[in-house]
Every structure is written in structure tokens, then in C-alpha cells.
């Protein structure tokens, strides 16, 4: 089962350490396949007065020092084409952010490096339209067939975090797992998709009290992965915190879910 799992953003060096010491058990479990996750940069934020993160450069040194020190495989969001050429020195998976999963020149850039490309579905796309954005990256990457044995075999990864639904909220359709499970292997963002934007404040809003029951449902339906935001304390995270997992939630989830997928 693939794992991504992570704070959403990089508050601070201390932070991420105290964050990453505590999902070694994942790295270290030969049943997950971890990529440690966490962003740079907030390029999308609902207000100009969020935190954004600690930028590129400082961002990526905090990663590497991640990635020396436990091991771990890193996957983080770029947000521009001239990103990804710097951001592949250090991370393992590149993430395509949900508002930009048409943006041409971002995933034909991605395509060009030998990193998996995980391409969040946006909100506002149907999952049938998201092999068009698979197709964008294996036609660079040489393959005409956009199937799921083609996306697994040259790295492309197809990543549902919901739909919106009227004005603040998301839901899940679950029909979408299996849908783009025909062009890539899915990865289910179980905590974005618990989000609740635009609530007026400037901040997006969420329910991570739904995030359990929606993560059991998708690995009943059948999904490659999972991705999960944690924090040791939600409630003071600096972006995402309403809809991310504490620490030890995950460990109690991440077990419950493998009894699923063995299941399936």
C-alpha cells in the first residue's frame, strides 16, 4: 500500500522532525510503500495574510535533511514549471496540485524528469477528464496507451481529494476511485477531502472526524494508496489543521485499512 503522509506545509525545521520521528513506523513496515510529505509552499491559499511555508530553497534544505536522516522517499507540490527542475534534486514524487492538474507546461515538465508524478484531481474535474492530464504526461514520457498498467509502469499516479459541492464543501463520489482506476493506479487524499472552503473567515474549514470513515469506504471500493495530512496538533497547525489526522489516529487507521485492502 502506498503511504503519503506528512504536515501539509513545513512550519518549521523542529516541527517537521518532530513530525517525521514519528512516522518512521511506516517507513520501517514492509507492508507500506512511504513517501514523506510536506510542502514548501502554500501557492494556493485563500488569503494573502496565510502562511505560505518557508519558500523553495529553505524548504527543499529542510526535506533533504529529512530525507538523510530517516530515509524516507519525499513527495512535495510544485506550483511552476521552473520548480520542478530544482525541487527533483531532492524529492522522490513530484504532486501536481488539484487547481492545477490542466496546467500543460507543469505536468509536460514533470513528465520530463524520472520522478512518479502524482496528479491531484481538481474539485471541479470529473474523473473521466483527468486521462487527459495522464495522457499529457505519458505521451512526453513516449507511451500512447493511457491505461493503468501504462501509468504504473512509467510512474503516473491519479489522486482523488473530492468535489466541490455547492459552495463550501466537498464530497466524495466514490464511482471516481474506479473510474481512474482504468487510466492510472488512485491515490485517496482521505483529508482533503474532508475540507469545507470558502467559509468567509480566510481559511479553509474541514471535518477530520469524517476523514476515517471516508478512507475505510475508499479502500473498500479498492484504491492503490493513501494520502493523509498529520500534525501532533491539528488545532495549532499553521494550514490544514480542521481537516488533518493526529499522529495517532493514523496509527490505528493505517492498520484498519490494510485489513480492508487484504480483504478486496
Not at 24 to 41: C, I, L, Q, T, V
Not at 120 to 137: E, H, L
Amino acid at each position: 500500500m502506498i503511504l503519503l503522509a506528512g504536515p501539509c506545509v513545513i512550519e518549521s525545521e523542529e516541527s517537521i522532525f518532530r513530525i517525521a520521528k514519528s512516522l518512521e513506523r511506516y517507513h520501517n513496515d514492509p507492508r507500506f510503500d512511504f513517501y514523506f510529505k510536506s510542502s514548501f509552499d502554500k501557492a494556493n491559499r485563500t488569503s494573502l495574510e496565510s502562511y505560505r511555508g518557508p519558500g523553495l530553497e529553505e524548504g527543499l534544505r529542510i526535506l533533504q535533511k529529512v530525507k538523510e536522516d530517516f530515509g524516507y522517499k519525499i513527495v512535495t507540490d510544485v506550483h511552476e514549471s521552473y520548480q520542478v527542475p530544482i525541487a527533483t534534486q531532492v524529492i522522490d514524487m513530484i504532486q501536481i496540485p488539484a487547481f492545477l492538474c490542466r496546467q500543460t507546461d507543469l505536468l509536460v515538465a514533470a513528465a520530463k524528469t524520472d520522478k512518479i508524478v502524482n496528479i491531484k484531481k481538481g474539485q471541479f474535474m470529473t474523473p473521466a477528464d483527468m486521462r487527459f492530464s495522464v495522457a499529457k504526461v505519458l505521451k512526453t514520457r513516449g507511451c500512447d496507451e493511457v491505461t493503468y498498467e501504462a501509468s504504473k509502469k512509467h510512474g503516473v499516479l491519479l489522486c482523488e481529494r473530492g468535489s466541490s459541492f455547492g459552495y463550501g464543501n466537498l464530497v466524495v463520489d466514490m464511482r471516481s476511485l474506479p473510474i481512474m482506476r482504468q487510466y492510472a493506479p488512485v491515490i485517496f487524499d482521505a483529508t482533503h477531502s474532508v475540507q469545507m472552503p470558502g467559509t468567509g473567515t480566510g481559511k479553509t474549514g474541514g471535518d477530520s472526524s469524517m476523514v476515517p470513515h471516508l478512507a475505510r469506504a475508499a479502500a473498500a471500493v479498492g484504491v492503490d494508496g493513501f494520502f493523509f495530512e498529520t500534525h501532533f496538533d491539528p488545532i495549532c497547525a499553521l494550514s490544514d489543521g480542521p481537516n488533518m489526522l493526529k499522529l495517532e489516529q493514523l496509527e490505528e487507521l493505517s492498520e484498519k485499512l490494510l485489513q480492508l485492502d487484504a480483504i478486496k
